[in-house]
């Protein structure tokens, strides 16, 4: 580091959260984190300090910013199961922490979004993530818009087609993507703390196609390779359904997946965790729950 600086990450019991307030911890520096439910947060050290607070209601995060230099946002509404949209939390509540941070004479806020989201705004959760994009970059803030194209956690389907001996793919699977695990994410974050750079598109080491992917989640069962190829007529009639007949927070995760489906979600590559290790070490959970 540079210097010493005070971080606050927000969303800190979420996936991403917890690898970044770890990874801050272990590099040393002033960590600050803003969660729902402090009993979420099995991490304690002597740098760390924990605020309850909701984000999407702006008078509680009165004075939690005072003396910050860094804000790192990971909120987004993926977890939540309480009636709000994605414009309370991916736009709005994220929004509140930027003006909180004006407030507070912040430095710079740095906010996670998804890689392509610029190109996606027509799906619920990136219309949402990309207004707050637009609002960031106006805001007068320094910043830096981290767009990962997937953590090894939402290759949890794949996993779950696995466990029961078949993998279904959209087209022919050649379709190339790079996961990254949240450890080697936050890593990466965190570097940007000191650099100038205000966008960053990052997958993980290994670029990999669908194809490749199912059948690291089936070797990972010791399931036989058995990937099976959909026509793509399937797919636009399951986005037509989910689209018509359930609630955008219910379709907007499936309506991303099904779209990011059928494109190249590559990213420059980073990291060094693999996602075949990671299947293997989720397999052996599922099996023994």
């Known amino acids: 580091m540079k210097e010493a600086k005070k971080v606050l990450v927000a969303g800190a019991s979420g996936y991403l959260g917890r690898h970044l307030t770890q990874t801050l911890i272990e590099k040393g520096y002033e960590t600050h984190v803003i969660v729902r439910d402090k009993r979420k947060m099995n991490i304690e050290a002597p740098n760390l300090t924990i605020f309850e607070a909701e984000v999407t209601q702006p008078e509680t995060l009165d004075k939690l910013f005072n003396g910050i230099d860094v804000v790192i946002s990971a909120v987004g509404i993926t977890r939540q199961k309480d009636g709000l949209t994605y414009?309370?939390?991916?736009?709005?509540?994220?929004?509140?922490l930027i003006d909180a941070a004006k407030k507070s004479g912040v430095k710079k806020f740095m906010y996670v979004s998804v890689l392509n989201g610029d190109k996606l705004r027509h799906l619920k959760i990136c219309e949402a993530k990309e207004k707050l994009v637009d609002y960031l970059k106006s805001s007068g803030l320094d910043y830096c818009v981290i767009r990962p194209n997937g953590f090894f956690s939402d290759m949890g389907d794949f996993l779950k087609m696995a466990k029961r001996g078949s993998v279904y793919l959209f087209g022919d699977g050649t379709l190339e993507l790079n996961p990254i695990h949240g450890k080697d994410l936050a890593t990466e974050i965190i570097h940007l703390i000191d650099q100038d750079r205000t966008e960053l598109n990052i997958g993980g080491p290994d670029l990999l196609t669908q194809n490749e992917i199912g059948e690291l989640a089936l070797n990972a069962f010791d399931k036989p390779k058995k990937v099976i190829h959909l026509p793509d007529w399937i797919r636009r009639f399951a986005l037509w359904s989910v689209r018509t007949f359930t609630r955008s927070k219910t379709y907007g995760p499936i309506e991303f997946f099904l779209t990011t489906m059928?494109?190249?979600?590559?990213?420059?590559?980073?990291?060094?965790?693999?996602?075949?290790?990671?299947?293997?070490?989720e397999a052996r959970r599922m099996k023994n729950e």
């Open 87 to 96: 414009m309370d939390v991916d736009y709005q509540a994220n929004a509140n």
């Open 262 to 281: 059928v494109m190249n979600m590559e990213a420059p590559q980073f990291g060094h965790e693999k996602l075949k290790d990671f299947f293997q070490a």
